[in-house]
């Protein structure tokens, strides 16, 4: 980064683009090339880094046989030169369609122009001649002029659709142009510009509408920018355009790897400018972990290597520009109540299948293991065990075989306990209570530690001894009872090494809860009752477990000292499973987290909340918490690391990742946070 300017998106590894429709003049390149202008400095005024324009925008898509009279071919070449000249105190690169003149054709191209000058033209590969198209009586294909050039407003301009224009002051920012049918073809040009390093696919549209036809270029611009690892921007032909035969719709969008960032009003009146930042750095991180991109860049390496590369400076736009982009205060729980739906669907049903085959494979056909499971009336193991009530379910067997124990310690509230105990009467498991009390006290004895001594002191000696007693029993009992211990700690309480290692709650014989976070806990349990996964009794306690707060409940209350809240200590899992979800499944600094976690949580009335969020617990976090929990996070996450390395197994639940060694997550268990807090220090304001 160029310097700290904590609030400016740039900075972050964003850029901002911009696709533009808007009302065409037909054959009057004049006017248009004025309008043009007028988006262009609205988008200097937006902090725009790349605006797109529609095909032949300075002339008219659907003008037919005028694209080959001299007088509107010439008012083009006036219009080109009239959009470089005002284009000289601008940032935005402007991508502008206009039909010119190369070597004895009309090519159907896209104009690249920055601050005075133009960069460079693409033109458009694949011409349409089928159903409405007949773009061959007019225009020559451009597939074939890689390694051209051409002279436009006065000077030779490389040609070609194997142009890439990289923005050196704004790292990663790397534009390829094409033009409409070019997207539509099995092997775009697009797709072989994304292997030789673009990252920014502009597509300049006419594209008339018919009915259904905006969800199929939908469909291809996602699929273009997943399987690009890549921002997508279309600009489609709207407002002006003949309806002599064909109607037009202006739709205008941007994708970032199969996302959807912003999408424009269709039918508009008037210009319409869709913009959103788009994030480089997710882009790069996406490529260098999908090692089969780089395969394929190899595999095409004759044609990829061709590619020439036009470098430009941008100059980009300081101070804080906002962001313009959704930022999801719980990257693990979608907003959309459908999309969330679905989501505790798979990922309920991915629990149960790993536990069921777990069972399914230890079984013999004399021999089933019972499922051996502490539960305390809390969140995870709540969870855990309605997964393996429907895993016994769908096995055929009886509830009975889950053999659920609470065991209560010094701390154990009523009301947690009366939960765990309805919870397993409903449920119909086999349930018994073991107090670990006495065991706990024989042992803080043995260790002769103060507690013994009368002495209130509540130190991690004092909750380990509880915690690994527990898990101590559950082991015994599943070896005297024949059965495997189902884990019930969580991704988030893995990442903060909110667990005690060993014979403790971070060990277990299959861990069904390793890959949900915390904040999807409660959305799967909500999902389950509201689904009607068990009988309504069931389903009524798992609501009143909801309430809950979050405690390990190791520590008596004092009127001095409440409840223990685990949040307390580990930070908020709002924020810490924010961070956890773009360190693992994005890698970013910890300065961009702190900037996106201040964008999603500074104000709690603005962006949307999930579904069944409850609206007294909507808060908001300034800066200064925020970096404080952010310092803490990674200060627990490396130095937890040892027990995450030797997890047991457990299904992958999130795309956002999960802690196995043998999976998502691999790292040194002797790393040094060192160099992050450093990063922290640096660049994150302490307010």
């Known amino acids: 980064m160029r310097g700290v300017d904590f609030y400016n998106a740039y900075e972050h590894g964003f850029a901002r683009v911009a696709a533009c429709t808007l009302p065409v003049a037909i054959a009057d390149p004049a006017a248009n090339a004025a309008r043009v202008l007028e988006q262009a400095r609205l988008c200097h005024d937006d902090g725009v880094a790349v605006a797109v324009f529609p095909e032949l925008c300075?002339?008219?898509y659907a003008i037919e046989d005028l694209l080959l009279q001299d007088v509107l071919l010439d008012a083009v070449d006036e219009a080109v030169a009239s959009v470089v000249e005002g284009s000289r105190e601008l940032t935005p690169v402007l991508v502008v369609g206009a039909?010119?003149?190369?070597?004895?054709?009309?090519?159907?191209?896209?104009?690249?122009?920055?601050?005075?000058?133009?960069?460079?033209?693409?033109?458009?590969?694949?011409?349409?001649?089928?159903r409405e198209f007949y773009e061959r009586r007019h225009f020559a294909p451009g597939d074939d002029r890689r390694g051209g050039s051409v002279s436009v407003a006065g000077r030779s301009v490389p040609f070609g659709p194997d142009l890439l224009f990289d923005v050196v002051d704004v790292p990663g920012l790397v534009l390829h142009v094409e033009v409409c049918e070019d997207m539509w073809v099995p092997v775009p040009p697009s797709a072989e510009a994304a292997l030789a390093g673009a990252t920014v696919l502009a597509n300049l549209s006419g594209s008339p509408i018919t009915v259904a036809r905006a969800e199929d270029r939908r469909l291809l611009v996602r699929s273009a920018s997943h399987r690009c690892n890549a921002a997508y921007v279309f600009a489609a032909a709207g407002q002006g355009?003949?309806?002599?035969?064909?109607?037009?719709?202006?739709?205008?969008?941007?994708?970032?790897?199969?996302?959807?960032?912003?999408?424009?009003?269709?039918?508009?009146?008037?210009?319409?400018?869709?913009?959103?930042?788009?994030?480089?750095?997710?882009?790069?991180?996406?490529?260098?972990?999908?090692?089969?991109?780089?395969?394929?860049?190899?595999?095409?390496?004759e044609r990829t290597s061709q590619f020439r590369t036009v470098r430009l400076e941008l100059a980009p736009p300081t101070g804080d520009l906002g962001l313009r982009r959704k930022v999801d205060r719980f990257p693990f729980v979608p907003d959309d109540p459908e999309r969330l739906a679905l989501d505790c669907y798979e990922a309920y049903n991915i629990q149960v299948y790993g536990l069921e085959q777990r069972m399914l494979a230890m079984s013999s056909e004399t021999w089933a293991p019972k499922a051996v499971i502490g539960v305390s009336g809390g969140l995870d193991s709540t969870h855990a065990l309605i997964v393996a009530a429907k895993a016994m379910d769908r096995a055929g067997r009886?509830?009975?075989?889950?053999?659920?124990?609470?065991?209560?310690?010094?701390?154990?509230?009523?009301?947690?306990?009366?939960?765990?105990?309805?919870?397993?009467a409903s449920l119909g498991v086999t349930f018994e209570e073991i107090d670990i009390r006495p065991a706990a006290e024989q042992m803080l004895d043995d260790l002769d530690h103060p507690y013994s001594e009368g002495e209130d002191v509540y130190d991690v000696t004092f909750e380990n001894v509880q915690a690994g007693l527990r898990y101590d029993y559950l082991f015994r009992l599943a070896n005297h009872r024949g059965g495997l211990v189902v884990g019930t700690g969580d991704l988030s309480e893995l990442a903060l090494g909110w667990c005690t290692y060993g014979v403790g709650d971070q060990m277990s014989h299959y861990n069904v809860n390793a890959g949900v976070p915390?904040?999807?806990v409660q959305h799967l349990i909500r999902w389950v009752a509201d689904s009607g996964q068990f009988e309504a009794e069931t389903n009524d306690v798992l609501r009143e477990i909801l309430e809950l707060e979050i405690t390990p409940e190791l520590i008596p209350a004092t009127e001095d000292a409440p409840e223990q809240r685990t949040e307390d200590t580990v930070g908020p899992y709002s924020l810490q499973d924010f961070t956890l979800y773009h360190v693992l499944r994005r890698g970013y600094r910890p300065s961009k987290i702190a900037f996106l976690a201040w964008h999603a949580w500074h104000d709690a009335e603005a962006g949307e909340w999930p579904p069944g969020f409850p609206a007294d617990k909507r808060g908001a976090y300034d800066l200064a918490t925020i970096r404080g929990w952010l310092e803490v996070f990674v200060r627990r996450f490396f130095a937890s690391q040892f027990k995450r390395s030797a997890l047991p197994n457990g299904p992958k639940v999130s795309a956002g990742g999960t802690m196995s060694p043998r999976g998502d997550w691999r790292m040194p268990s002797d790393a040094a946070p060192t160099a992050w807090l450093a990063e922290i220090e640096a660049k994150v304001p302490r307010s």
């Not at 104009?111 to 458009?124: I, N």
């Open 518 to 520: 915390k904040t999807l």
């Open 58 to 60: 300075l002339s008219g």
């Open 241 to 301: 355009e003949s309806s002599t035969d064909l109607s037009w719709d202006g739709q205008t969008m941007i994708y970032e790897v199969g996302e959807l960032l912003a999408e424009g009003e269709r039918f508009p009146e008037g210009p319409r400018r869709t913009v959103a930042d788009v994030d480089l750095d997710h882009l790069r991180q996406e490529r260098l972990r999908m090692g089969t991109f780089d395969d394929n860049r190899r595999t095409h390496a």
């Open 398 to 424: 009886p509830r009975s075989e889950i053999l659920a124990y609470t065991m209560p310690g010094f701390a154990t509230g009523s009301e947690t306990k009366d939960y765990a105990t309805r919870l397993c």
């Open 99 to 130: 039909p010119l003149v190369v070597d004895g054709r009309v090519l159907n191209c896209a104009v690249v122009v920055h601050r005075g000058e133009v960069l460079g033209v693409s033109p458009k590969s694949y011409l349409p001649t089928y």
